[in-house]
């Protein structure tokens, strides 16, 4: 198979490669290449069974057009101080520009309007003054929420609109190398079980996101593409009630908090914060069960949730910090029997497991059901654990409850950032013909990031 172009995975940064060419009269032929299925075939059983079957060959939630983002609660963060690293390799002023541009694109999909997070200016200067007397810095950020089942329509018209526009897109194939002639990327190898298949290109743009983190990991010791240790997220899911939080979801609608709790001083932060949301079950290719959070637009439960995640560093004489949190997963999942582990923070403060039958007789019931009651700090590093529960106290300053004995922790939610790719501003790596791009990348991490480093690399290869 002979194309101009070769994109592997389809979620916001390879859909947006696509997108811009077109958008700029492009006449390169384009193929993506996505493992799961189209957008309109995704569906997970879990909302008749009410417990995860561990679908193979792949999760539903996590794989497939639109990639796992925007399965998950579809937000976009419409500032450049969220979302990654991407404006330490093309500028600031430069960065929110794109993030404009390509927040019009979703409006021209359906996105909706309204923006979360903007005004209340008294009600805002407030929560922070709370929160730096806490010792934390809020990140006000404008949120464009999709909604998860709007976002799958919007991803739907622009499937629709690519296929329609002679992009070709094969599902169900998974690429499982690249093609190396004299130093110069010539393709990639696809293959579905038996089925392998060789796709030449000009250019072959990488966008497996988080997913494929490890395989990229690897594929860059195997070729020698140039990249550095990355960050590896590990942390806890939280569900409190909405009163709880009433104030700073009408306000912002995600309080994006960061800090760095003594006595290790480890950046920790709260991610994906979820207004009367649902906690959520994903499982990666090796069986691994992580735990996530939903947000839909009319469906709403009484809680909250959102992720409070430690970042790790390493250098030497270690530097696998997707397989350390693995490992992490891994003995989370061992003790919850290949379920998710939930925690009351109380129980945790007094060194003791929580049980099922407390779990149903206190105020707030966790919305994720098949959540197993446990001893999340059993399997959660020492130095993690410290940092999230002096950061929870933090939080509590500025949102008082937030640290009650009831409050719920999940286990475990971990983000997988693949080693971050080194390239320049045109998204070239050292190696000519092959681009990196999203959260596979290193670079960005959510929807609104990956699908600008899309753009970018559309108007490049256009």
């Not at 309007?113 to 010792?135: F, L, M, P, S």
């Not at 092959?434 to 690399?457: E, F, K, P």
Request: proline share 4%.
């Amino acid at each position: 198979m002979k194309k101009d172009v070769v994109i592997v995975g389809a979620g916001p940064a390879g859909i947006f490669t696509a997108l811009e060419m077109i958008k700029n009269n492009s006449k390169k032929s384009i193929l993506i290449v996505e493992k799961g299925a189209p957008v309109e075939k995704r569906s997970c059983p879990k909302s008749k069974t009410q417990k995860c079957v561990n679908c193979k060959p792949y999760c539903h939630i996590t794989t497939g057009f639109s990639g796992a983002g925007a399965f998950s609660d579809g937000k976009l963060s419409l500032s450049y101080e969220v979302g990654g690293d991407l404006p330490q390799l093309i500028g600031e002023d430069v960065a929110q520009e794109y993030i404009n541009y390509t927040d019009k694109i979703y409006l021209d999909f359906g996105a909706d309007e309204h923006v979360e997070g903007i005004g209340n200016t008294d009600e805002v200067r407030q929560i922070r003054k709370r929160a730096i007397q806490a010792g934390l810095k809020l990140v006000d950020c404008p949120i464009r929420h999709l909604g998860t089942e709007k976002a799958q329509q919007l991803y739907y018209e622009i499937e629709k609109y690519l296929l329609d526009n002679g992009v070709e897109i094969i599902f169900g194939y998974e690429c499982s190398n690249i093609i190396l002639e004299n130093g110069v990327c010539k393709g990639v190898i696809i293959q579905k079980g038996d089925d392998v298949k060789t796709v030449s290109a000009d250019a072959s743009v990488i966008a497996t996101g988080r997913r494929g983190a490890d395989w990229l990991e690897k594929i860059c010791a195997e070729h020698s593409i140039a990249h550095q240790p990355g960050t590896v997220d590990i942390g806890v899911r939280v569900e409190v009630r909405s009163e709880i939080m009433e104030k700073v979801n009408e306000v912002l609608y995600e309080s994006k908090l960061i800090g760095h709790p003594a006595p290790f001083k480890n950046k920790v932060r709260t991610f994906c914060q979820n207004p009367g949301g649902f906690v959520s079950q994903e499982n990666y290719d090796n069986d691994l069960a992580v735990v996530n959070g939903h947000s839909f637009k009319e469906l709403k439960s009484e809680n909250t949730n959102l992720a409070i995640l430690c970042s790790h560093n390493f250098s030497e004489p270690f530097n696998e910090p997707i397989a350390y949190a693995q490992k992490i997963g891994e003995l989370t999942n061992m003790l919850g029997a290949g379920r998710i582990l939930v925690q009351r923070f109380g129980d945790i403060l007094d060194g003791k497991r929580t049980w099922q039958k407390e779990l149903s007789e206190s105020n707030l019931k966790p919305t994720l059901p098949d959540a197993v009651a446990g001893d999340i700090t059993a399997a959660m590093p020492y130095r993690a654990m410290i940092n999230i529960i002096n950061f929870i106290k933090a939080v509590d300053n500025v949102v008082p409850g937030f640290a009650s004995y009831e409050t719920l922790l999940y286990s475990p939610e971990l983000k997988f950032y693949s080693n971050r790719i080194k390239m320049d501003e045109h998204l070239n790596t050292n190696v000519k013909g092959l681009h990196c791009l999203g959260d596979s990348s290193g670079w960005t991490r959510g929807l609104m990031m990956a699908s600008v480093m899309g753009v970018i690399m559309g108007r490049e290869l256009a």
